[in-house]
């Protein structure tokens, strides 16, 4: 380790020689840390983030000048459309992404390094429990679907396949999430398939250029953006670690959004079969208004380009046909080759341009008091990950539906929207979808059809107030049934499966977000078997039923 006076002549080449100021006051242990922490940072680099950290903050906010002139729509050729295609095109995608996955060259990277702050706990967002019947927390959702589909691709092909699952953590989030994951048995995925690495750290730095000391014996850090992921797959041998396992595509996606669709099999096969080196899902913006990234072009170049940064007249503009210009909406889900993240590590990660993130960092003041500020004063840079995508060769955009397939989880329970019962009822309104689909109706406790929701009940406000109450018994089944209290609309106590439907039932290959395959299959009727089966609410919505025939294929893994 580093003498204090070796530690001190750096700082002094960096311009950060305060963060030194309560050293001498300090005790061995607590002064060793800080050393270190300190020896860590090379001091060119220190000065130029920091230096770029104020000038960058320095720069007015809003759309740069001129930017409107230059951006375009994305070209049709480059959009797919996961509701738009025919049939047999979809067909094909999602049988080429089976193909793909069954030879153990697809794998999904999981962006995990924030914490849940906003949600107003401590620990990883991914350990987080929206609230479901299950109690299933977002890590343990997303480690289901990976192993359904490794079911499904290996059921298709007839050979045992892997989908490995790197997981990008932080310093805050790498223990809790380590120990999450052995706490449960790693899901019952292989252990070996489920890689964990961790991110870089960038001092936190004031208005004018000096990194902050959040305690005497510590600088003040945060992780470096989901765009850190690039520098951390080289400092952390990711990409040689996939060329080991044979891995040639990659599933990139945020923790925080509980309908994901991992290793999406149509969205992995409408990117091979275009020969994309990048890829991105979207879904169509709600609103001109509505606080979420476009994916378009910038001088004939595939960018994203944050809502800050779209003048509210052009976010208003529309088509020919009165749909939005700019409406394709970046969600954070991505599609990268092998090769593609090499070139990005080995030659363009140096030209992201970084972003500032104006933040209320706690801070010790002049006499080493800890000080909360009321009001933001500091700054964070951030990388994003989607800055590569003006380096891709062949860039392709894929629009799917907002309602199967993006719910993110941004806020506490006292927010508008994105909060846990916005995400908790998307999901739940998901397999009430899936099972009309699959031929099923809704039973009120005493057996009685209950009429269909309506496809916007998604909305509908207070739709999940549950009951404390005991169940009551049903006349009709003779048994306890699960009772639900709705304030507005009426979500079904009971489900029913017509005969049509008990071959899907009982293959359990339909879309349980959150059951095995073992236990769907447990809630089949069983193929032969002439009556009806009828299932509680919570059986139906916690476990999942399957999708219509027609979609089963592409979506009955999720």
């Known amino acids: 380790m580093a003498s204090e006076r070796d530690v001190r002549a750096r700082l002094q080449r960096a311009g950060q020689e305060h963060l030194l100021r309560f050293c001498a006051e300090l005790a061995p242990g607590p002064r060793a840390a800080l050393l270190?922490?300190?020896?860590?940072?090379?001091?060119?680099?220190?000065?130029?983030?920091?230096?770029?950290?104020a000038a960058a903050c320095a720069c007015p906010p809003g759309p740069e000048p001129g930017l409107a002139a230059r951006l375009r729509p994305l070209p049709p050729e480059r959009v797919g459309s996961a509701s738009r295609c025919d049939p047999e095109t979809r067909r094909l995608w999602e049988e080429e992404?089976?193909?793909?996955?069954?030879?153990?060259?697809?794998?999904?990277?999981?962006?995990?390094?924030?914490?849940?702050?906003?949600?107003?706990?401590?620990?990883?967002?991914?350990?987080?429990?929206?609230?479901?019947?299950?109690?299933?927390?977002?890590?343990?959702?997303?480690?289901?679907?990976?192993?359904?589909?490794?079911?499904?691709?290996?059921?298709?092909?007839?050979?045992?396949?892997?989908?490995?699952?790197?997981?990008?953590?932080?310093?805050?989030?790498?223990?809790?999430?380590?120990?999450?994951?052995?706490?449960?048995?790693?899901?019952?995925?292989?252990?070996?398939?489920?890689?964990?690495?961790?991110?870089r750290m960038l001092p936190a730095v004031t208005f004018d250029g000096r990194a902050i000391l959040e305690k005497k014996d510590k600088v003040a850090m945060a992780p470096d953006g989901n765009g850190g992921l690039y520098r951390a797959l080289s400092d952390h041998q990711i990409l040689e670690d996939m060329e080991r396992r044979g891995v040639e595509f990659v599933h990139v996606y945020c923790v925080d959004n509980i309908l994901v669709r991992l290793a999406d099999p149509v969205f992995v096969g409408f990117c091979v079969l275009r020969g994309a080196d990048c890829g991105a899902k979207v879904v169509e913006k709600a609103s001109p208004e509505e606080p979420v990234g476009v994916v378009c072009q910038v001088d004939g170049v595939p960018q994203v380009v944050e809502y800050s940064e779209i003048s509210p007249e052009t976010a208003?503009?529309?088509?020919?046909?009165?749909?939005?210009?700019?409406?394709?909406?970046?969600?954070?889900?991505?599609?990268?080759?092998?090769?593609?993240?090499?070139?990005?590590?080995?030659?363009?990660?140096?030209?992201?341009?970084?972003?500032?993130?104006?933040?209320?960092?706690?801070?010790?003041?002049?006499?080493?008091?800890?000080?909360?500020?009321?009001?933001?004063?500091?700054?964070?840079?951030?990388?994003?990950?989607?800055?590569?995508?003006?380096f891709a060769k062949n860039f392709v955009a894929f629009e799917v539906s907002r309602e199967e397939e993006f719910s993110p989880l941004k806020n506490a329970a006292s927010a508008a929207g994105d909060n846990p019962t916005t995400?908790?009822?998307?999901?739940?309104?998901?397999?009430?979808?899936?099972?009309?689909?699959?031929?099923?109706?809704?039973?009120?406790?005493?057996?009685?059809?209950?009429?269909?929701?309506?496809?916007?009940?998604?909305?509908?406000?207070?739709?999940?107030?549950?009951?404390?109450?005991?169940?009551?018994?049903?006349?009709?089944?003779?048994?306890?049934?699960?009772a639900t209290c709705r304030a507005e609309g009426c979500l079904p106590a009971q489900v029913r499966a017509d005969q049509s439907s008990q071959g899907q039932f009982a293959e359990g290959s339909g879309g349980a977000v959150e059951g095995s395959g073992a236990e769907k299959r447990s809630m089949g009727a069983g193929p032969g078997k002439a009556s009806p089966r009828a299932y509680t609410l919570e059986q139906a919505l916690t476990r999942g039923l399957p999708q219509l025939a027609q979609q089963r294929r592409a979506s009955c893994h999720l």
């Open 97 to 199: 992404g089976f193909h793909q996955i069954a030879l153990s060259k697809v794998a999904v990277l999981l962006l995990a390094g924030g914490q849940g702050t906003r949600l107003g706990v401590s620990y990883p967002k991914g350990m987080y429990q929206v609230g479901l019947p299950s109690g299933k927390s977002l890590y343990q959702l997303q480690a289901e679907r990976i192993r359904r589909v490794e079911q499904l691709a290996s059921e298709r092909s007839g050979t045992q396949c892997a989908i490995p699952w790197y997981i990008m953590t932080s310093e805050f989030t790498l223990e809790p999430t380590a120990r999450f994951f052995k706490e449960h048995d790693f899901f019952h995925l292989d252990p070996n398939s489920v890689i964990m690495f961790e991110q």
């Open 423 to 482: 995400t908790r009822r998307a999901l739940l309104l998901q397999h009430y979808r899936w099972a009309l689909q699959a031929g099923a109706h809704f039973l009120d406790a005493c057996g009685a059809r209950l009429p269909e929701l309506p496809s916007n009940a998604g909305h509908v406000s207070g739709l999940e107030k549950e009951t404390t109450e005991p169940p009551p018994k049903s006349r009709c089944s003779g048994g306890p049934v699960r």
């Open 316 to 390: 208003r503009l529309r088509g020919p046909d009165g749909s939005l210009l700019y409406h394709l909406g970046n969600i954070c889900n991505h599609f990268f080759t092998r090769g593609f993240l090499w070139a990005v590590v080995s030659e363009f990660e140096p030209l992201l341009k970084p972003h500032v993130a104006v933040k209320k960092v706690p801070y010790v003041d002049e006499e080493g008091n800890l000080v909360k500020p009321l009001k933001p004063n500091g700054i964070k840079l951030e990388k994003f990950v989607f800055d590569v995508f003006p």
């Open 36 to 53: 270190a922490e300190l020896e860590a940072l090379e001091p060119e680099a220190l000065r130029e983030h920091c230096q770029r950290a």
